[in-house]
């Protein structure tokens, strides 16, 4: 799955590990639809594609703190799911 990234992601997810929820919300909006889309084709179950999105953001706040260390958010994110 490929997805653009976003054009300041080093630094949002440097204000992310910082604990800033702005940046976080930025993020998410980015990335949610087309990983839901991707998730979607796996699972054809809109109810589970919602709740393994979600589980996978709470997991990326929880571990917040090593985000600065990412290349790339969105190859991360599918070892995620």
Not at 5 to 29: C, M, T, W
Not at 39 to 44: G, I, S
Not at 63 to 68: F, G, S, V
Request: with cysteine; aromatic share 14%.
């Amino acid at each position: 799955m490929a997805v653009k990234p976003l054009y300041n992601e080093a630094y949002v997810l440097k204000k992310i590990a910082q604990g800033d929820e702005r940046s976080f919300a930025e993020l998410f909006h980015w990335y949610s639809k087309p990983l839901a889309e991707f998730v979607f084709k796996l699972t054809d179950s809109l109810e589970v594609t919602e709740e393994i999105i979600q589980d996978s953001f709470i997991k990326i706040w929880l571990k917040r703190e090593m985000l600065p260390d990412i290349q790339n958010f969105s190859e991360v994110f599918c070892l995620l799911i």
